[in-house]
């Protein structure tokens, strides 16, 4: 209505300044067009006509009397528009208030104060769930919601009943035991008496999950050993077309065989990415600070190298700290030299005076907030006859066994050389070891802690093997490429894969983790300083272990906590990445001992294996993986000097091998689009993660050749 009047007192005015004679015919025209003679209209063409020529006033004149006609009057009017526009101002003012409370109000507590299960579940008998992090208690009440939605019981009888189920479990057992927390029946093994309490009806896909769960072992190795063999048995019948038997035969069976395998394996792990789905561990709520008895401190193993490096480690650990600011939270490096022919080298003084220089600073530049921040522990080189060398006992493994040894009141005179207020230390219960290049994000160390300390997470051991039987010693985060290292060279580019923060993925998929519950540990994460001990004092030889964060998170059992990601720097050039290749699989090879009934122990002497077919398996999983360049390089050769009519089968499944993997990969990455991303930003970035599996592809091919001899090399 106003746009109207507005339009036509344009045409009285454009007609008073050209012809003023001819207004009366505009009004006419007026009069004709059945106007709306609305508040707004009447107020908006006042308005604006008292903003004109005098001469105007004619056809005010005439909407008087027409309002006249009507019984109303100019000025009722636009009183009217006045009040009405007022309301309207005062409505949107207290809708865009209202907005604004509403954004700031923390809906997470709202809901939660309303929830009537929510009540019932704080009842719980070991007074854990109301300090967990709001995931965690979400994922119990999803929980009730689930076993609600597939019985006949509402979700408040379904909560009483599970506080019913602990409290009975609590009278049995100690407080402390993980059945005297609400969630062992929740979302632990105790979900089957629940069901059982409220007569669930299991869904089909609920029926398949807890098959495999109950199963893993059989699904997965029996998986990858039917697929294997399956492969095989059609090798062998299509074989025969080519005319190839007697030791030819034998020869090429065997070597697909072990191809296979690898076919095998990404087949299965593809397949229980679909069937199972990531579960994140339960966490304790330390978003305001670590929980008192929950002291830890952050550790770096590493070696004195060069000035440089030293300068590099002290501004790392200083990093570490202003990320991860906590009353509870230490730093320390755990330090060696380099391995030498003598005991001492030339520069070894000029190192050791920089790093305690170092460390003295921080101290001394952070005391205002406390004086127990930074520690350094540093060890003398000690003679090593097998090695030929002096250097740090056991490196790596030996400077954790000394410092936990330490943290427990044991000797001391390991370390020559120690610095920091250690009153605190023996009040330490977890350790996050972090390499040299890992870098350690904001508030990462409050997460793993609060992970760490979660009831259900907890170590509990077999007494007879002397093993972690359930709960977790280790707790092993995502390790992502570091953004500055990630555009290094287009080696890293290829390789790395997608780098940087995901906003959108929480729960990553990861086939051990899923399948078994039980993850891998790859040198970076968390402990218990007390179960750690326990489970791996004096299990190893000295000198014969190279690869131990296997063997320790088989003995120890490690998680892999998905949400929680550290970050590190990814080798820059190809052969950087065969050096680090050909270590692991030398250490691999060097535990090949633990797949035996007895294996070595202490004092060379032999004792009963405690490892879990698992952990076996995944001993043996390395060796193969480790054979696998060795085998398809024997598949090529063989075909082509063995075979005069092959006709590039060999070649094509060498390459069909070596794709699938990647292939695989990729699709489930297209198929998992996050929900809060949309569809045109994840097929972008699937396409370009695309072209990468692609190019690694064929650069996977035409390094193959030097991959077999670093293998066979290392093997060796």
């Not at 030929?388 to 370390?415: C, P």
């Not at 050769?637 to 695989?664: D, K, N, R, T």
Request: aromatic share 10%.
């Amino acid at each position: 209505d106003r746009d109207l009047a507005d339009r036509w007192v344009e045409r009285l005015r454009d007609m008073a300044e050209k012809r003023p004679s001819h207004l009366v015919v505009v009004v006419a025209d007026m009069a004709q067009a059945s106007l709306p003679i609305s508040c707004s209209f009447v107020a908006e063409f006042c308005q604006r006509l008292s903003l004109q020529s005098p001469v105007l006033h004619f056809a005010r004149s005439w909407l008087e009397q027409r309002l006249v006609e009507q019984g109303l009057s100019i000025e009722q009017l636009v009183h009217q528009e006045s009040q009405h526009q007022a309301a309207d101002q005062v409505s949107v003012s207290h809708s865009i208030a209202s907005l604004r409370q509403l954004s700031a109000s923390d809906w997470k507590e709202f809901v939660e104060g309303l929830s009537e299960v929510e009540g019932i579940l704080r009842r719980d008998p070991a007074g854990v769930y109301r300090d967990m992090d709001f995931a965690t208690r979400d994922r119990y009440r999803h929980s009730v919601e689930f076993f609600a939605r597939h019985s006949s019981v509402p979700e408040a009888e379904v909560a009483q009943r599970a506080i019913q189920l602990t409290e009975a479990g609590t009278a049995r057992t100690a407080p402390s035991d993980r059945t005297a927390h609400v969630g062992y029946f929740l979302i632990d093994k105790g979900q089957t008496l629940l069901g059982r309490a409220v007569d669930v009806r299991w869904p089909w896909r609920s029926i398949l999950d807890r098959t495999l769960h109950r199963f893993p072992l059989a699904f997965y190795v029996g998986g990858i050993a039917g697929l294997t063999l399956l492969a095989t048995y059609g090798f062998l019948q299509e074989s025969r077309l080519f005319d190839v038997s007697g030791w030819r035969l034998v020869f090429f069976t065997a070597v697909f065989f072990w191809c296979a395998s690898q076919l095998s394996v990404a087949l299965i792990n593809w397949l229980s990415t679909l069937l199972v789905k990531p579960r994140l561990l339960p966490r304790l709520d330390c978003s305001s600070g670590i929980r008192p008895g929950c002291r830890t401190v952050v550790v770096v193993p590493t070696l004195l190298t060069s000035a440089e490096g030293v300068s590099r480690l002290i501004e790392a650990l200083e990093i570490h700290y202003l990320a991860n600011r906590d009353p509870l939270l230490h730093f320390a490096l755990l330090t060696d030299f380099q391995d030498a022919k003598t005991e001492h080298t030339a520069g070894d003084r000029a190192l050791l005076e920089q790093v305690r220089s170092g460390i003295r600073q921080l101290s001394d530049k952070y005391l205002s907030d406390r004086n127990d921040l930074f520690f350094l522990f540093h060890r003398p080189r000690r003679g090593n006859a097998g090695e030929g060398l002096w250097m740090g006992y056991e490196r790596k493994r030996g400077k954790l066994t000394e410092f936990n040894a330490v943290l427990r009141g044991g000797d001391r005179n390991r370390f020559s050389e120690i610095l920091g207020d250690t009153r605190v230390l023996p009040d330490v219960q977890y350790v996050i070891t972090l390499d040299t290049d890992t870098h350690l994000p904001r508030d990462a160390a409050r997460q793993l802690v609060g992970t760490m300390a979660h009831p259900l997470n907890r170590p509990q051991f077999d007494p007879v093997h002397g093993v972690v039987a359930e709960g977790y010693s280790i707790l092993q985060p995502r390790v992502g490429v570091s953004l500055p290292s990630a555009r290094r060279s287009w080696f890293v580019r290829l390789f790395s894969g997608d780098v940087g923060i995901d906003p959108y993925t929480r729960e990553v998929s990861d086939v051990y983790q899923d399948l078994f519950s039980e993850g891998s540990f790859i040198g970076k994460g968390i402990y218990d300083v007390d179960a750690f001990h326990r489970a791996l004092h004096r299990r190893f030889p000295d000198n014969t272990v190279l690869s131990h964060d296997l063997l320790e998170a088989c003995h120890a059992r490690s998680a892999l906590v998905s949400d929680v990601e550290f970050y590190e720097e990814y080798p820059s050039r190809y052969n950087v990445d065969m050096d680090r290749r050909h270590r692991w699989i030398r250490g691999d090879w060097q535990i090949t001992q633990w797949l035996l009934p007895r294996v070595p122990g202490p004092d060379a002497q032999r004792v009963s294996n405690p490892l879990s077919p698992l952990s076996r398996w995944k001993i043996f999983d390395n060796l193969r993986r480790s054979l696998v360049p060795v085998a398809l390089m024997l598949l090529l050769l063989g075909e082509w000097l063995l075979v005069s009519q092959g006709g590039g089968v060999g070649s094509l499944l060498v390459f069909f091998i070596v794709a699938v993997p990647g292939i695989l990969a990729w699709s489930v990455g297209l198929l998992d689009k996050p929900s809060g991303l949309p569809w045109s930003l994840h097929l972008r970035s699937t396409a370009g993660s695309g072209a990468r599996q692609l190019c690694s592809i064929l650069l996977t091919l035409t390094f193959l050749p030097y991959d077999a001899f670093i293998s066979l090399d290392a093997v060796g």
